[in-house]
Nanobody, 124 residues
Framework: VQLVESGGGSVQSGGSLRLSCVVT????????MAWFRQAPGKEREGVAAIDSDGSTNYAESVKGRFTISQDNAKHTLYLQMNGLKPEDTAIYSC???????????????????WGQGTQVTVSS
């Protein structure tokens, strides 16, 4: 399984970005997918997740601003980020895993496959 992110960049506070993660996997629809981020000097944080049944989870810090979605036909995961804030600055990575309980979908240690990450920088 391979994951390749794109869509990162630099924006001003209040701006928007859409991240994409293309997944190479024969059984894409069976995976739970999530976005994580890590800022310099901080621990990795689960941002948003989508389960194989389409249910979604979000970190409190991004609720109402970020939306996770996927296109099963294209094997692609998305993260639409609106109302970006400087504190959203981080490297964002997508991850895939199997048989992850819904209450653990924002915990990175339960995911098996990871992308290389894409930088998001938000200036004030």
């Amino acid at each position: 399984v391979q994951l390749v992110e794109s869509g990162g960049g630099s924006v001003q506070s209040g701006g928007s970005l859409r991240l994409s993660c293309v997944v190479t996997a024969d059984t894409y629809m069976t995976y739970s997918m999530a976005w994580f981020r890590q800022a310099p000097g901080k621990e990795r944080e689960g941002v948003a997740a989508i389960d194989s049944d389409g249910s979604t989870n979000y970190a409190e810090s991004v609720k109402g601003r970020f939306t996770i979605s996927q296109d099963n036909a294209k094997h692609t995961l998305y993260l639409q980020m609106n109302g970006l804030k400087p504190e959203d600055t981080a490297i964002y990575s997508c991850a895939a895993g199997l048989a992850i309980p819904s209450w653990l979908l924002l915990h990175g240690e339960h995911f098996t496959y990871w992308g290389q990450g894409t930088q998001v920088t938000v200036s004030s």
